[in-house]
């Protein structure tokens, strides 16, 4: 299968200070990626799709000016978690469709955020 | 609005014990309906993808079958390895995004 490649897989950082993290599709273009975020033993919550080369959309409930997402080409996408805090400590995991068939979706590796 | 339901949530088997894990799902015109495994700490790694009733997709001890309303995954004597998370998902005609289960947590005892 396709491969996306997420980095870095874990993460500490200081209260208030950002992280970011990137999601690259290593082997096909992906016009669109999805972030999520997963909580212990639940499911993946959708937070938001970008578009490569348009503004990101946002699921109801998350914070965009808190979750920076920026699609620049078709295979790189980044999250950057702005002013962090203990509650954003979690599981964020990226997706990428394939821009061929729109209905293949493979995953990154996932990364774990502890904010401390 | 687009929903999809996994059951059992958890589902313990010996070793060689086959089964059969169930998505049941609404949507408003199919797409594709996807199968994953997760494993703890990993991301979900693509298993099968199927779009219309009736088809069916087999890889190594798993088979994924479609109708109408849902789908089976079955599992034909498994082993300790295939213990993981397997999560399902559908993706509605004309939209992007993929509409997730809870997933069935799935321990293969030796």
């Known amino acids: 299968g396709a491969v996306v490649s997420q980095h870095p897989s874990r993460v500490i950082c200081k209260s208030g200070t950002s992280v970011k993290i990137e999601c690259r599709s290593l082997?096909?273009?992906?016009?669109?990626m999805f972030w999520y975020r997963q909580f212990p033993k639940k499911s993946l919550m959708l937070m938001a799709t970008?578009?490569?080369?348009?503004?990101?959309?946002?699921e109801q409930g998350v914070e965009k000016d808190k979750f920076l997402i920026n699609h620049a080409s078709l295979t790189l996408s980044t999250l950057t978690v702005t002013s962090a805090h203990p509650e954003d400590s979690s599981f964020y995991i990226c997706?990428?469709?394939?821009?061929?068939?729109?209905?293949?979706?493979?995953f990154g590796q996932g990364t774990r955020l502890t904010v401390v | 609005e687009d929903q999809v339901t996994q059951s059992p949530e958890a589902l313990r088997l010996q070793e060689g014990e086959s089964s059969s894990l169930n998505c049941s799902y609404t949507?408003?015109?199919?797409?594709?309906l996807f199968w994953y495994r997760q494993d703890p700490g990993k991301g979900p790694e693509f298993l099968f993808t199927?779009?219309?009733a009736g088809e069916e997709k087999e890889k190594e001890r798993l088979k994924a079958t479609l109708t109408k309303k849902e789908s089976f995954l079955h599992i034909t004597a498994p082993k300790p390895e295939d213990s993981a998370t397997y999560l399902c998902?559908?993706?509605?005609?004309?939209?992007?995004?993929?509409?997730f289960g809870q997933g069935t947590r799935l321990t293969i005892n030796p």
């Open positions: 997706s990428a469709l394939q821009t061929r068939s729109f209905t293949e979706a493979f």
């Open positions: 082997d096909f273009q992906a016009t669109t």
């Open positions: 970008s578009n490569e080369g348009s503004k990101a959309t946002y």
């Open positions: 949507v408003s015109g199919l797409r594709g």
């Open positions: 199927l779009y219309s």
């Open positions: 998902a559908v993706q509605a005609r004309g939209a992007q995004k993929l509409v």
